[in-house]
């Protein structure tokens, strides 16, 4: 048995790894699930036993890619806490406002096929939710408690996974405005976006001022508005 299940996840990989070829050479419109079992030398049907569609597949590597990088892991590794969840604000504010400025297409073309999907069949947005709800809400509310029982934050709602999702939808809207070559919306104040955007969030899920302050500054210029405050109390 235990045999068995060795080569189930043996074969598993194997299509795994000939698809991210494939999507890295033709991409997501460009892959067919009859060119990535021609590439793991399988028959289409053993890959459906694996893996239903081309949107599993693809969310799945997607997935894998995340577990995969160092920032994330050493990030969702921390003690749930008030920093926290400051730290996953920033840093989902940072990867979509840099999807538009990065020199990686393949990001801006996974945005695109994430919004596509929700005008289409869905198959593809539910999937990749899913699993970014499994990797990342765990800790997201986990922190959220802790910052609330700090007093750092006050409770919204009696669901905290909603206001994960209300914050991932204001970035992912964000970034999408700015993917054409021509945006369809500049924001005024470009260099203070990255912190406006997260002091917007971490009010709206609750993170009272005085936390804001404490544990915001890092790795941002100060803001002037606070400044003039700070200055004048």
């Known amino acids: 048995m235990s045999t068995l ?26 892959t067919t699930t009859k060119s ?3 590439a793991a030398a399988i028959s289409e ?3 459906f036993k694996h893996f239903p569609s081309k949107a599993a597949l693809y969310a799945e590597i997607l997935t894998e890619e995340c577990q995969a990088d160092p920032d ?5 590794g921390q003690e749930p806490s008030t920093a926290t969840l400051v730290k996953l604000v920033k840093g989902m504010v940072r990867h979509f406002l840099g999807i538009a400025d990065g020199p990686d297409e393949q990001e801006a073309q996974r945005l695109r ?25 765990p800790v997201f509310i986990a922190s959220l408690d802790r910052a609330v029982e700090a007093g750092d934050a006050s409770r919204i709602g009696s669901d905290p996974l909603n206001l994960f999702w209300f914050a991932h939808h204001t970035v992912l809207m964000a970034a999408l405005s700015r993917i054409p070559a021509v945006p ?50």
């Open 5 to 30: 299940r060795m080569t189930s996840e043996l074969r598993r990989q194997l299509i795994l790894g000939a698809a991210k070829r494939c999507f890295a050479r033709n991409g997501f419109a460009g």
């Open 113 to 137: 096929l994430m919004t596509t999907s929700h005008l289409e069949d869905g198959e593809f947005a539910r999937l990749l939710y899913a699993k970014v709800g499994d990797l990342i809400g």
């Open 184 to 233: 369809c919306l500049s924001y005024g104040n470009a260099p203070d976006l990255e912190r406006q955007l997260c002091e917007f969030l971490l009010r709206g899920i609750g993170l009272r001022e005085a936390a804001l302050t404490a544990h915001l500054s890092s790795g941002f210029s100060p803001d002037p508005a606070h400044q003039i405050a700070a200055e004048g109390a």
């Open 45 to 47: 049907g053993l890959l």
């Open 72 to 76: 994330l892991a050493h990030l969702l």
């Open 36 to 38: 990535v079992a021609a």
